[in-house]
């Protein structure tokens, strides 16, 4: 088993910061993809971030700049970092990881619990 385990949401005034985490722990090989989704209320879950095992990143174009998505391998941990937030990045965020199990070598793909973020204006 796979389980993830997040911190680090809140509120926060607009231009502020916070930094999220997530935890992998269990039956772990290695971790290939680790990424950032987040949805708003009454909107799709979208990308945020995304990292691979070869710390190539992908960023949504509205938080270029903003946010920094980065990983610790040696601890199974994948963190976002998000500067100048704003009220539109409001959402709950979701830690997302596609890892390779022990013993079976099966890829499997884990999801958060989610994190609140919410920006006041």
């Known amino acids: 088993q796979v389980h993830l385990v997040e911190s680090g949401g809140g509120l926060v005034q607009a231009g502020g910061s916070l930094r999220l985490s997530c935890a992998a722990s269990?039956?772990?090989?290695?971790?290939?993809?680790m990424a950032w989704y987040r949805q708003a209320t009454g909107k799709q879950r979208e990308l945020v971030a995304s990292i691979t095992s070869g710390e190539k990143t992908f960023y949504l174009d509205f938080v270029k700049g903003r946010f920094t998505i980065s990983r610790d391998n040696a601890k199974n941990m994948v963190y976002l970092q998000m500067n100048s937030l704003q009220p539109e990045d409001t959402a709950v965020y979701y830690c997302?990881?596609?890892?390779?199990?022990?013993?079976?070598?099966?890829?499997?793909?884990?999801w958060g619990q989610g994190t609140q973020v919410t920006v006041s204006s």
């Open positions: 269990g039956s772990i090989f290695g971790i290939n993809t």
């Open positions: 997302y990881v596609q890892a390779q199990q022990y013993y079976s070598g099966n890829y499997v793909t884990r």
